[in-house]
């Protein structure tokens, strides 16, 4: 027998006992999940009741025109979904999901309540308009006050977004059928239960902001915020909590590093020379981590885990230096995140679409026949409404009509795979910007014909394209969200989430590049821009829509071609000892796959 890294036989290993039942668990589940949505909701309430009616605010109180009000409103997004990265590495390597939450709340309570008073206090903002031509632009110090409270904004968000989901998933066992079943229906009832909060406590919200006071409209959704941290304090005897694991942003860098020193060794299924350094996971006990299956895609960062140098690990096995050599744990937990990438680009013109409703969508509403009777005009930032009435119509539907239906006449799980939904999500982005062209064409012409600022036409022809928005979310966002969690271990779920929210940070910065790059090339020549200034009418919005949904038609033909390729079929993995992949091969202490070196195979 030639030497390997087993002194035994194959044929004299005793056979492998079955894995231990799960132990009971006697905290977590939809007991815990109740104060999660709880204060998620309440947040999501007091964030959206900003991010919905923030358009209007900076146009009506601090008279900035279009395309500031876009740039300061998608910067502001951008910068609080790129928070999360910080909030992942904090809450990975040092407070856990639980505390970066709890701080999280604060920070978020904090620019609220800073937020609130400059509404409150006059001398915070510039003085009212006298017509379009005199428009008083704010001082710098009053744009850095209210820049001060978006900034605690950004933070809150950061440690908020990228934890809530992730807390809630590590409240469910995925080692049992019925955790893995609470857990496919815990993302889609997440999404439902803030929505139904937003659109009942929204809708009184931003009628109170827009017809009553901006002040009272403000303090409303700070005093839900500060009601939504001790809701979520409440349920800490019911939580089931993940110690911090260490930063996977350091371990993965430390792997890049290490495969490129390494670039030029040879590794592969016929490589007789090396062995990868994969050691017993220190987490094995811990009833929430799994091993991750060694695997056969991506095999240029196997790289970092070839032991070139018995030398290169001490007394205890351990690596001497961790630039140098990594584990295959490691290795994996890189090709997991590299493994995402092709649909996080694709998620990115997804949310490029839904960010121009709260926006330019907006800007349209403010502009058109808002009127209902006499006495009554509908608040621009309610049109933010129907997307998430969309949203929540569908969820309720598909997970209480479609599905138990399906299942009865099929006999088995009938539900939408994530390339389906996704590709759905992104068909009716499309769909969305070409309808809202169409419409924004009939407003203006209307608009100039009748020699109005308002156009007469009734705001109720933009429903079609929030409603489009919505279903966007409720298609391709729920099924990309899903998808980043269940495909990543446990260790990995912040990371996920901190993933998801940065591809949305990446549409608002792209949204905000175009249209100033739009507005400068259009308006060349002495042109009139197609974008810029406070009156929608002398634009043409219309060629903007065109153009997203023109990235989007590009987009749909990426994803169908190539990053649906990495959307597998199932939550594979997710129940077993190792998690694999459907177009990998598994290795565990003694399965051995292509990643293992000849010496280990022979033996």
Partial sequence: ?????????????????PPPPPPPRTAGGWKSIKYILGNESFEKLASMSLISNM??????????????????????????NIATLAGAFVSDAYLGRFRTLLCGSIASLLGMGTVTLTAGISQLRPSTCQGESHCPQPQIWQLGFLF????????????????????????FDNRTEVGRSQLESFFNWWYFSFTIALVVALTAVVYIQTNVSWVLGFAIPTACLGLSIPIFLLGCHTYIYIKPQGSMFVDMAKVIVAACRKQHKPIGPYNEQYSLYDPPSVNETEPQMYRLACTDRFRYFDKAAIIIDPSELNSQGLPKNGWRLCSVQQVE???????????????????LVMDQQSTFGVLQA????????????????WMGLTSMIALSIW??????????QAKKLTSKDARLTLQQRIRTGILMSILCMLIAGVVEKMRRDSALKHQSFASPLTV???LPQFVLSGLTEAFAAVAIMEFYTTQMPESMRTVAGSIFFLSSSIASYTSSVLVNVIQSVSGRNGKSPWLGGHDLNKNRLEYYYYIIAGLGAVNFVYFNFFASHYVFTSNVGMGRREMQLEDSTPRDSR?????????????
């Fill in 460 to 462: 109720a022809l933009l």
């Fill in 333 to 351: 937990q890189l090709k997991c995140l590299v493994g995402i990438v092709p649909v996080w680009v694709s998620a990115i013109a997804c949310f």
């Fill in 395 to 404: 969820i309720l539907i598909y997970e209480r009509i479609y599905v138990p």
């Fill in 366 to 381: 403010i502009q058109m026949n808002k009127s209902i009777g006499p006495n009554f005009k509908i608040p621009p930032g």
């Fill in 148 to 171: 001060a409270g978006f900034g605690l904004l950004a933070i809150g968000a950061g440690g908020i977004r990228p934890c809530n989901i992730a807390f809630g998933a590590d409240q």
């Fill in 591 to 603: 399965t051995l796959s292509k990643c293992s070196s000849k010496d280990e195979e022979k033996a």
């Fill in 1 to 17: 027998m030639e030497k390997g890294s087993h002194s035994l036989s194959v044929a004299q290993d005793p056979p492998l006992p």
């Fill in 55 to 80: 358009t209007l605010y900076l146009r009506t109180k601090y008279n900035m025109d279009g395309i500031l009000v876009v740039n300061v409103v998608s910067i502001w997004s951008g910068s609080s």
